[in-house]
Each structure stands twice: as structure tokens, then as C-alpha cells.
């Protein structure tokens, strides 16, 4: 097999000259930090999540801690959360001295199993303080039933939903749902700002709380205090919060993106559209579910699962690095991660386990051709059909 020359990682970010434009205004300006387009970004992403706040936060992983801790969540509180995520949805948890209850997923979606969820609400009652569903790939969790879970035991629901910023359930946006949102814009995501996250809420004291916490525990932040029009410099801390504001040279990434949205939502179909017909007769693959019958648009990272147990899916990442292909796992069952696994020894989710040895990401981007994709194809039949990844070899 010829083997391609530059190496094809799992995602590169998709800048225009449309993003150039915006970054430079906003170095022209002369305010860089948290100002006017960090106002505008908020005002956009709340528009189009069709809810009345959006915060502006320096990472998901922020936007997910300080939605907690306004929320309440502390030592001897239980949190729900999947166990197939990012390690920052049971990590701020911890964070905030609280216990993450780990869940199984469904092996389909790769979503949280709401069976599990009424289980731990049965097992600990009013101790659990918050459910956090995550929002895999892009695809929505069954937020209908997660709904009636939440409204029925009176728990409050913070959506993960760092995969999910163009994603819909129903004929809402993913944004709106719950007591909050979190979501990111790290390099890969849909859309980016180098690294950065937002809050949605409708709730209006929430809002304010997390601006509060995210910014030095001030009531103020850069804009509203050194501004012309706002200028307050005399201003204190009401609670001891944190430094997790995003800049204004990072919201101008965001407005150009967020522009763009329509032009990269499309992209992204179509890609895992041509993904899911090239790989449609490998029977040893099984393709990732992108559509259910409510939820739509999960098309941020394209998850494979290997059902041949006789290929060691580590190998045959190792394998497809060799032909110059980037891969990664979406995700490693946090459950089974070296602190969790010590701490919580007695956890035991077997979808999850299953998906361990079988999940694999293949890559995907806007920046990438329909090319691009078959070349991944092309490799993995090349790999499969040589045995080059079997963990055994008949002679």
C-alpha cells in the first residue's frame, strides 16, 4: 500500500480568512482581554441556543465546574455521571468534594444509561444533588427521559454537552435544556476559539453566579469596570471565585466560526455521511449512530467499535500511525482511570469494559476531502485483510 506522505491527524481547526479578519480587529482594538467580543459571542450563542444567558468561560472544563458549584454541589453530595466522557465531568466533581456515581451507556449511542440513573436515585435518594449527562459525539441523551427522571426526584440536570454546539433535540437546541449547559470550543470542536467553553441557562440568579465565580468572585468584570462606559475600578470580591474568563481575541475566533456555522455544519454531514457508505460492508466494524428518532447533528467525532475480538484495536492504532493516520479513543471509561479505579475499585459497568478494548476515533474534519476519509478506508481494509493487528495467526 502506498503510504501517504503528511500525516493525517484526528482534526485540524478550519480557519478562514474570515477568523484572520476578526482576530486582527479585535488586536486593533485595543482590548484583547474580556470586552465587547466576548459580549457579542454571548449575545450569538444565546440567540441561536434560544435561552436567555450565555457565559463565556475559559474551557468546558470550567463551565462544567462553576455550573457545580453554583448549583450547590459539595462534601457528601453524590453527582450522576456516564462513564464514558472526558475525564473533566467526573474530575470537577471530585474537585468540589463531592462522589461521581459512574453509569453504564447504552453500546448504540454511547450515551448515559437512564436505567442506571433511577438506580442510583433509588440507592441514595436525596444525597444525589445532580445527574450530568454527556452529549456523546454530538448525539443528544435521551433528554425526554433524563426530563422526567430529573422532574419527578426534583434533581437538577447539567448537560455536558462538549461535543454538541451545532446538536438539537427535538425542535430545540442541545443548549436549552436542563439548568445548564456546558460546552467547548477547544481546538477540534466544532467550532473553536483555540480553547475556551460557554454556560447556557435561562435561569437569571444562575447566570449571574457564574459570572460572579468565573471572574474573582467580582460583580464587575474587565468590560464593565475599565471601559468608557462602564468605567467602576473601585469594585470587591463577594465570593472568593476564579480566574476563568475567556478574551476577547478568543471570542473573535468564536463570532467567526459561529458566521460560518451553516458552511461547517454541512461539511460535517456530508463527511460522516461518506464515512457510513464506505464502511457500510466492513462487518468487522461497527459505525457510530449519528441520528435518533428526536436528537440530531452528532457528527463531532466519528467512534467506531471493532467487533472482530481477535483484533487487538491498540495495534491496529499503532498500525494505522505507521501509514501516517492519527486515531484516539472517545473515550477510555474514566471509571477505569488510574485515581478513579484505586477510589472506586468496586465499579463495574460492562458496556463500558466492552467499549474499552473496541472503541476507536477515526479521523475527521472540515479541513478533510472525501479523499482523506477513503484513505482511512482503504488503510483499515489493508490492515484487517493482512492480519497486521490480530492478536492471533493461523498458519
Known sequence: MNVRKDFLSLAIPDISEAEKNEVIDALNSGWISTGPKVKEFERLFAEYHGVKHAVAVSSCTAALFIAAKVMGIGKGDYVIIPTVTWQSTANIVEQLDATPLFCDVYRDTLNINTGDIEEYIKKYGKKVKAIIPVHHSGLPADIDRITEISESHNIPVIYDAAHAVFSSYGNKMAGGFGKMSAFSFYATKNLTTGDGGMITTDDDELSEQCRTWSYHGLPKDSWKRYSAENASPHVQSIVPGYKFNLTDIQA??????????????????????????????????????????????????????????????????????????????????VHRNVFYEKKYPDVTLPVAEWLKDRILTLPLCTKYSENDLKYVADSLKYIYENKFSHKSILI
Not at 461547517?264 to 463527511?271: A, D, G, H, Q, T
Open 252 to 333: 473573535a475566533l468564536g463570532i467567526a466560526q459561529f458566521r460560518r456555522r451553516e458552511d461547517l455544519l454541512s461539511k460535517r454531514n456530508y463527511l460522516v455521511e461518506y464515512y457510513n457508505e464506505i464502511l457500510k460492508d466492513f462487518d468487522w466494524i461497527e459505525r457510530p449512530v449519528f441520528k435518533t428518532g428526536k436528537g440530531r447533528w452528532g457528527n463531532h467525532v466519528y467512534v467506531i467499535k471493532i467487533l472482530d475480538e481477535d483484533i487487538d484495536r491498540d495495534k491496529l492504532m499503532k498500525e494505522l500511525r505507521t501509514l501516517n493516520i492519527g486515531t484516539n479513543l472517545h473515550f477510555y471509561p
